[in-house]
């Protein structure tokens, strides 16, 4: 099985690794159109700042290839953010995957949102094994809206889409790689898909 997590420049690349390393995997970091496409799972990472990660992703014709992808993709973080339609982060267009936008989380509560919180409302293969109000561990500021493609929420000032699915994309705003047990067993369902 060929794993690829996308290499772009935005992200905490190597903790992905190591997580999946722990599962037995050795993925590939990649920014090769051609090699992404022959992957049996991709993992889409992202830690920045959203308009200055679209324009890495444009500048290696990511923009165009990530959304025409057959097999599973990830999103993490910034990575699911950038598969929404809109990002109001530097005013960002996008990949239009995922029918939703993201926003920046009001001035009532302390921004970055850091540290674990719980997700609710889970549904599908992604969390097969992993309990409902489970925590996840987030770092972030912007938040995708809830929407007909949420697979789990999270509360913080207002609840959100903390997980999102549609066909094979599947995006969660949490870390997996720093969640424990609970984000090690949902990367081992996202590579059984």
Request: hydrophobic share 40%; charged share 20%.
């Amino acid at each position: 099985m060929k794993t690829i997590i996308i290499n772009y420049g935005a992200g905490n690349i190597q903790s992905i690794k190591f997580a999946l390393q722990r599962l037995g995997v050795e993925a590939i970091l990649s920014n090769k159109a051609a090699e992404i496409k022959c992957a049996d799972n991709i993992i889409f990472p992202g830690v920045g700042e959203a308009s200055s990660a679209m324009r890495m992703l444009k500048e290696n014709g990511l923009d165009t290839i990530i959304p025409t992808l057959q097999q599973p993709v990830l999103g993490i973080c910034l990575g699911m953010q950038l598969m929404c339609n809109a990002s109001e982060e530097g005013n960002t267009q996008g990949l239009g995957i995922f029918d939703t936008e993201v926003v920046r989380f009001s001035q009532h509560v302390k921004v970055p949102q850091i540290g674990w919180n719980t997700i609710k409302n889970v549904k599908g293969t992604l969390f097969d094994g992993i309990r409902e109000n489970e925590y996840m561990y987030l770092v972030h500021s912007f938040y995708a809206k809830k929407c007909s493609e949420m697979i789990a929420e999270t509360e913080y000032d207002i609840p959100y889409a903390s997980a999102l699915q549609k066909n094979n994309f599947y995006g969660v705003q949490f870390h997996p790689e720093k969640s424990s047990k609970a984000g090690s067993k949902l990367l081992e369902n996202f590579l059984k898909l």
